[in-house]
């Protein structure tokens, strides 16, 4: 079956900071794939997406790439804010939208 | 403002009480859906409904009970609950099924089961 795997947290990091939180994927077929992130206290919200191989999701200042060579949709962000602090989760969803495939979640902490 | 409101937003319950969380959305979507977030775990769906019928049961024990009565209020109603069952239970709303991995999701309730 389909299967998301994060790279275990928590990832701290000073302001400013480059981040890179690794998402690696296993699906049959052409999945489409997301991160969400999650804020303290807060429900996940949906950060940016990519629908077919070689796509850059973009929005906040993070971008992640949908690499089908190499099975992975690493999220990146050049200068991390105190702000984003926050749990990462990276997923999956087949053609039909009808399934979603979570990860376990990043958790990042950027002290400042 | 998510659009999609839970109430309590923390729950302490015994394992023979009964309870239920509330969820509400006013964004108009026609979807409505149940998760269990545990830690270190991946979201488990646990229930699904798309026009206020219910569309997927996703082997989830019978003592956590679902109703939808429209399409803007979403229940679970829980008794009998194990320890296990603790954690945080997050409802979440879309436009339509298609749109499940966009869905705007609740805060959340945090479940303790004593």
């Known amino acids: 079956g389909d299967s998301v795997t994060q790279m275990e947290g928590p990832v701290t990091l000073s302001e400013e900071a480059f981040l890179t939180i690794n998402c690696t994927y296993t699906?049959?077929?052409?999945?489409?794939l997301f991160w969400y992130v999650q804020y303290p206290g807060e429900g996940l919200q949906l950060l940016l997406k990519?629908?077919?191989?070689?796509d850059k999701g973009s929005n906040k200042g993070f971008e992640a790439t949908y690499r089908k060579e190499t099975t992975s949709f690493h999220l990146e962000k050049g200068s991390v804010q105190v702000s984003d602090s926050a749990v990462y989760f990276c997923?999956?969803?087949?053609?039909?939208?009808?399934?979603?495939?979570f990860g376990t979640g990043t958790k990042l902490q950027v002290i400042p | 403002e998510t659009g999609v409101t839970q109430t309590p937003r923390h729950l302490v319950m015994g394992m023979t009480n009964k309870k239920s969380l509330k969820c509400e959305q006013h964004?108009?979507?026609?979807?409505m859906y149940w998760y269990k977030q545990s830690a270190k775990k991946p979201l488990e769906l646990m229930f699904v409904?798309?026009?206020?019928?219910?569309?997927e049961n996703n082997s989830v024990p019978s003592r956590f009970s679902p109703e939808c009565p429209n399409s803007s209020h979403l229940f679970l109603h829980l008794h009998t609950l194990q320890p296990e069952d603790s954690a945080l239970y997050l409802c979440?709303?879309?436009?339509?099924?298609?749109?499940?991995?966009?869905?705007?999701f609740g805060q959340g309730t945090r479940l303790t089961v004593v």
């Open positions: 997923a999956l969803s087949d053609r039909g939208y009808q399934k979603v495939t």
């Open positions: 990519a629908t077919k191989a070689d």
């Open positions: 979440a709303s879309s436009q339509d099924l298609r749109s499940l991995a966009e869905a705007f």
């Open positions: 409904y798309s026009l206020e019928e219910r569309v």
């Open positions: 699906a049959t077929g052409y999945p489409s």
């Open positions: 964004l108009g979507h026609n979807a």
